[in-house]
């Protein structure tokens, strides 16, 4: 009985998700069904670890000592890095983390956002338009990072967007017609409109969309946000980020696995 016990104990995973707050979160639902297909669900679990601040996260660590991967959300991808020992060349390209291995005493971070973002948009674009030529990212937090990073790779022209203007960002206020008339796809990064605030929505000149926008939320819940269905309301093409959500959590399930198949 003491070997049995000893094997179960060594054979135990834990994996979870930090950020704030965490009501929204698909990931416990999806590892969960994941764990039970695979016959994993008597030695593996994946908890929700709500933080109200990032230093929470060193007792959080010591709570936890079988933790073998997190998933990070808003708004701690940049946050999370400090406390991280080694960075995959994508999340330091982005200088963004959704994705943390612990593997022999140490925490490394990578990016799945880029795999995640990337593989869904370009789904999105073959069937509706074609390649990118100009962008707006809306929202300038890690997630934000992730699509820039990704958009560039692709050739196109990316301005940021967020509620105050700086070098290299434009605000909302400062939108205007022709600035809409240049643009061809428009993705939200910010968690607006995201449930339970449904009636909120990037503050952008939505009357002059028209059917040559393509408009890319990465919030999944609720399935069409706001910003979403004043686009299709233009004719714009639309899209959630479900797709992306998916590609994002079956490459941190790769990456927790890779030295453990």
Not at 63 to 87: A, C, H, M, S, W
């Amino acid at each position: 009985i003491t070997v049995s016990l000893i094997t179960v104990k060594l054979l135990n995973m834990q994996f979870g998700l930090i950020g704030y707050p965490l009501s929204h979160s698909f990931s416990k639902g999806y590892f969960g069904e994941k764990f039970a297909k695979l016959g994993l669900a008597e030695t593996h679990r994946y908890d929700n670890y709500p933080l109200a601040s990032i230093a929470e996260f060193p007792a959080l660590l010591a709570q936890q000592p079988e933790l073998r991967g997190l998933n990070v959300t808003i708004p701690y991808k940049q946050q999370v890095i400090p406390f991280l020992d080694e960075l995959s060349a994508g999340a330091q390209a982005v200088g963004a983390v959704n994705t943390i291995l612990f593997t022999e005493g140490r925490r490394i971070g990578y990016n799945t956002d880029v795999i995640g973002f990337q593989d869904s948009l370009s789904a999105f674009v073959a069937e509706n338009g074609g390649p990118i030529q100009s962008a707006w990212v809306l929202g300038t937090g890690g997630a934000a990072k992730a699509v820039v990073w990704v958009l560039e790779q692709l050739g196109a022209q990316v301005k940021l967007i967020s509620r105050s203007s700086r070098d290299g960002v434009l605000s909302y206020d400062e939108l205007t017609e022709d600035h809409v008339a240049e643009v061809d796809l428009i993705v939200n990064t910010t968690p607006l409109g995201m449930s339970p605030n449904i009636d909120t929505c990037p503050n952008i000149p939505y009357h002059c969309l028209s059917p040559q926008h393509r408009l890319y939320d990465l919030v999944y819940n609720p399935e069409e946000t706001l910003f979403l269905r004043q686009g299709k309301q233009r004719g714009a093409a639309t899209t959630n980020g479900y797709a992306m959500l998916l590609g994002q959590a079956e490459a941190a399930w790769e990456i927790w696995t890779a030295t453990t198949k």
